[in-house]
């Protein structure tokens, strides 16, 4: 067993994830059924909602897997003030390796793409935050806040980026976050002044 799953679970529930997948290269999600999923992954619509509540579920599920975590040949980072920027590197390659699939299902998706990233990258941002000495005295909830903000603007940047079909570099996408943050921090810093 792993983590409370056994082996031919994990196997499965990948196997479903990587037949939505293989169905994102040609068609878009909201064409996409469960019962399309189902044939493609090779087992019973039963099967599938014995993993999923339905097919949302399971595209939080692929973006994940495919896209937010690190391939399991890579090694995860543990994510520290020294690394963070090769890290965020290293996630956007992934969104442009898997473009196609993302193209066809973030337009469709209702919010989950929004929803899984802005977790994730908020809970990586507070991670940092609170590493960060300067931010030590503030509470909890301002640092989470701080972070959900600087997530939901980030991933402003990669829609963007989307929208673009991918055409700049991750490292441009990255320098626009960095510079979009910079400059609001400029505009606060102003504020407190006046």
Request: net charge negative.
């Amino acid at each position: 067993m792993i983590g409370g799953i056994t082996m031919a679970a994990s196997e499965t529930k990948e196997r479903i994830a990587e037949a939505l997948a293989s169905l994102l290269n040609h068609n878009t999600f909201d064409k996409i059924t469960v019962r399309e999923i189902a044939d493609e992954a090779e087992v019973h619509r039963k099967t599938f909602y014995y993993y999923f509540a339905d097919k949302y579920e399971l595209l939080s599920f692929v973006y994940e897997h495919f896209i937010v975590e690190a391939p399991r040949h890579e090694q995860p980072l543990t994510l520290t003030l020294e690394n963070w920027r090769p890290a965020v590197i290293q996630l956007l390659e992934r969104i442009a390796d898997h473009s196609k699939i993302f193209l066809n299902a973030y337009p469709y998706d209702d919010g989950v793409w929004r929803q899984s990233m802005n977790e994730f990258v908020a809970s990586r941002l507070s991670i940092l935050l609170h590493a960060m000495p300067e931010y030590r005295y503030l509470k909890e909830d301002v640092i989470d806040t701080s972070a959900e903000f600087i997530a939901a603007g980030s991933l402003g940047i990669i829609n963007k980026w989307a929208d673009g079909s991918f055409t700049a570099s991750p490292r441009t996408v990255l320098d626009q976050i960095t510079t979009a943050n910079r400059l609001m921090n400029g505009i606060l810093d102003r504020w407190k002044l006046s």
